[in-house]
Nanobody, 126 residues
Framework: DVQLQASGGGLVQPGGSLRLSCTAS????????ISWFRQAPGKEREGVAC????????YLHNSVKGRFTISKDNAKSTVYLQMNSLEPEDTAVYFC???????????????????WGQGTLVTVSS
């Protein structure tokens, strides 16, 4: 079974940093992408970052470019979302998800992703 475990959320002041982790297991496909989504209260879930298992293709939403980076450690089967210069608008529940068979990253759409981890709450507040 495919399993995703997200962690790393918390409370941080504006301008602070957090690193989210998504540990994945159970994949049999040669190609897939792992993405981070977020959902703020009263808003739709939006894709913010993507990386393919090869690491050759990545995507970052315009709203987080220059502040967030996505990376992966194959040895640990883990994808990271490093979030710097956090803003109150970044407050949301963050989810990681897998799209099996994806070769290239584009803006992630939730309906394309088959497997989801549990969310981790990020709160940016003074």
């Amino acid at each position: 079974d495919v399993q995703l475990q997200a962690s790393g959320g918390g409370l941080v002041q504006p301008g602070g940093s957090l690193r989210l982790s998504c540990t994945a297991s159970g994949f049999t496909q040669d190609f897939y992408a792992i993405s981070w989504f977020r959902q703020a209260p009263g808003k739709e879930r939006e894709g913010v970052a993507c990386i393919t298992n090869s690491g050759k293709s990545t995507y970052l939403h315009n709203s987080v470019k220059g502040r967030f980076t996505i990376s992966k450690d194959n040895a640990k089967s883990t994808v990271y979302l490093q979030m710097n210069s956090l803003e109150p608008e970044d407050t949301a529940v963050y989810f990681c998800a897998v799209d099996p068979g994806r070769l290239w990253c584009v803006r992630p759409e939730a309906y394309e992703y088959d497997y989801w981890g549990q969310g981790t709450l990020v709160t940016v507040s003074s």
